[in-house]
């Protein structure tokens, strides 16, 4: 059981978690760095902690601060939201030895699917389609070389502590290879203190498509169905969809029975995110798994009516899921924008500052998931995200007309956000009809430029 949970997270998804808490019945601690001393939601906690500086490195990075914190507030669970420490298998280890519960799946787990070159072989080891390329880590050039012949170039080299398209390399042929081993090998030491690298083919173009789960405690895992994220710039999601607008039933079918078997065999036990690649003739392949509530969640709630951050914590206090996947219904069309702090007419720079005005939409189905409001200040030492808003309807044509609208409605004043974009975006017919890959976004940005 638990009662009390500690939110070591900022922004929209700390409110998240205290509203899905205050459901639940359960009380809530927010910790905040100096720089978010202010911030509204905190009147929605039962209690706050200054856990320490501006920068995120000595507050929400920070294990001893938020240890520190949880032990001074008495709580018995931290939920760590995404990013900061929500993939940290060092800080779920801590949580376990201090009798804390960290709401997401097992250190064990954690550590295994952080590793990606091992989270390729378990994916392997369940069956699940893999990109062709080497059987876990490689650690010799010549071994390297002899998979790309095998599979044929392009090929990529991706870091194995790597994920979310940090430290990998295209390589063409044997020269680029070697150099492109060599430099992912040095960033990935350097960024992640691990310069193990893995190889798969390159694909082109491909679609980014992920499935949503919720395992449990007792060996049970449901899917929620699956999102298409193509629509991203420099490996940054700006609109995610529910269902895909451009895989056949069928396929769609393969993937949630693929994913479900994958978390199953690891014996996962709490929310997470099983991410495929998708090739131009529709075959799908397992790239990683994303061990934590992710930005989109909400696309996945919108179609299936669950509230799965209540379900990853009812999950996490020990709780059965408590309903078969034939409960789990996909209604309509769900679709997400990540309203940022950026300014799009200038190369998405960060435009932090006073929110001077602030008008959301509203209306049948709308949601804007924010901690935002009027006089509210952005600071600039964090992620740029200042909102979602998610729209649902009864089908594809209907949630892109309900979206145009609903962006419409939402105004903001004194800082450049990405609205216009997302305007732009909707009114492209490519997006309208479906079509579109993980190019998409460069390619919009290369032709409306001219
Ligand atoms: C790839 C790929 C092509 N071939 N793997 C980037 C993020 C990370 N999660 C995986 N990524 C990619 N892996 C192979 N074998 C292309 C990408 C990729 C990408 C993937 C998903 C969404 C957007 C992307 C943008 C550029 C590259």
């Given at each position: 059981m638990i009662s009390r949970v500690l939110v070591a997270n900022r922004g929209e998804i700390a409110l998240r978690v205290i509203r899905a808490c205050r459901e639940l019945g359960l009380q809530t601690v927010a910790v905040y760095s100096q720089a978010d001393a202010k911030a509204g939601y905190l009147r929605f906690a039962d209690e706050t902690i200054c856990i320490g500086s501006a920068a995120s490195a000595g507050s929400y990075l920070s294990i001893p601060n938020i240890l520190a914190a949880a032990e001074i507030a008495d709580v018995d669970a931290i939920h760590p939201g995404y990013g900061f420490l929500s993939e940290n298998a060092h800080f779920a280890d801590i949580c376990q030895a201090s009798n804390i519960t960290f709401v997401g799946p097992s250190p064990d787990s954690i550590r295994t699917l952080g590793d990606k070159a091992a989270a390729r072989s378990a994916a392997q080891a369940a069956g699940v389609p893999v990109v062709p390329g080497s059987k876990g880590a490689v650690h010799e050039e010549a071994d390297a070389l002899r998979v790309a012949h095998e599979i044929g170039y392009p090929v990529l080299v991706k870091a194995s502590a790597?994920?979310?398209?940090?430290?990998?390399?295209?390589?063409?042929?044997?020269?680029?290879?070697?150099?492109?081993?060599?430099?992912?090998?040095?960033?990935?030491?350097?960024?992640?203190?691990?310069?193990?690298?893995?190889?798969?083919?390159?694909?082109?173009?491909?679609?980014?498509?992920?499935?949503?789960?919720?395992?449990?405690?007792?060996?049970?895992v449901v899917h929620f169905f699956e999102r298409d994220c193509s629509i991203q710039r420099r490996h940054q999601k700006m609109l995610e969809e529910s269902p895909c607008p451009s895989l056949p039933l069928e396929v769609r079918k393969k993937m949630h029975r693929v994913a479900v078997k994958l978390l199953k065999s690891i014996n996962y036990n709490s929310a997470g995110t099983v991410e495929f690649l998708v090739d131009r003739d529709n075959r799908f392949y397992f790239i990683e798994v994303n061990a934590r509530i992710q930005v989109e969640h909400p696309v996945s709630e919108m179609v299936t009516g669950m509230?799965?951050?209540?379900?990853?914590?009812?999950?996490?206090?020990?709780?059965?899921?408590?309903?078969?996947?034939?409960?789990?219904?996909?209604?309509?069309?769900?679709?997400?924008?990540?309203?940022?702090?950026?300014?799009?007419?200038?190369?998405?720079?960060?435009?932090?500052?006073?929110?001077?005005?602030?008008?959301?939409?509203?209306?049948?189905?709308?949601?804007?998931?924010?901690?935002?409001?009027?006089?509210?200040?952005?600071?600039?030492?964090?992620?740029?995200?200042?909102?979602?808003?998610?729209?649902?309807?009864?089908?594809?044509?209907?949630?892109?007309?309900?979206?145009?609208?609903?962006?419409?409605?939402?105004?903001?004043?004194?800082?450049?956000?990405?609205?216009?974009?997302?305007?732009?975006?909707?009114?492209?017919?490519?997006?309208?009809?479906?079509?579109?890959?993980?190019?998409?976004?460069?390619?919009?940005?290369?032709?409306?430029?001219?």
């Open positions: 790597g994920g979310g398209g940090r430290g990998m390399r295209v390589a063409h042929n044997d020269m680029s290879l070697r150099a492109g081993l060599q430099a992912a090998s040095i960033e990935a030491a350097a960024a992640f203190g691990d310069g193990t690298v893995y190889l798969e083919k390159y694909l082109d173009r491909p679609r980014h498509v992920e499935v949503q789960l919720l395992g449990d405690k007792h060996g049970n509230d799965l951050v209540k379900e990853q914590l009812r999950v996490a206090a020990g709780e059965k899921l408590g309903y078969e996947q034939s409960a789990i219904k996909l209604r309509g069309v769900a679709i997400e924008v990540r309203v940022n702090a950026e300014d799009p007419e200038h190369d998405f720079r960060p435009s932090a500052g006073e929110v001077t005005s602030w008008n959301t939409p509203g209306g049948p189905g709308v949601r804007v998931d924010s901690h935002v409001y009027a006089g509210y200040y952005v600071p600039p030492y964090y992620d740029s995200m200042i909102a979602k808003l998610i729209v649902h309807a009864e089908d594809r044509k209907a949630a892109i007309a309900r979206l145009a609208r609903a962006l419409d409605e939402f105004t903001v004043g004194g800082i450049r956000t990405t609205i216009p974009f997302h305007r732009r975006v909707l009114a492209h017919a490519g997006f309208a009809a479906g079509h579109y890959d993980t190019g998409f976004v460069e390619d919009f940005l290369a032709g409306s430029a001219v």
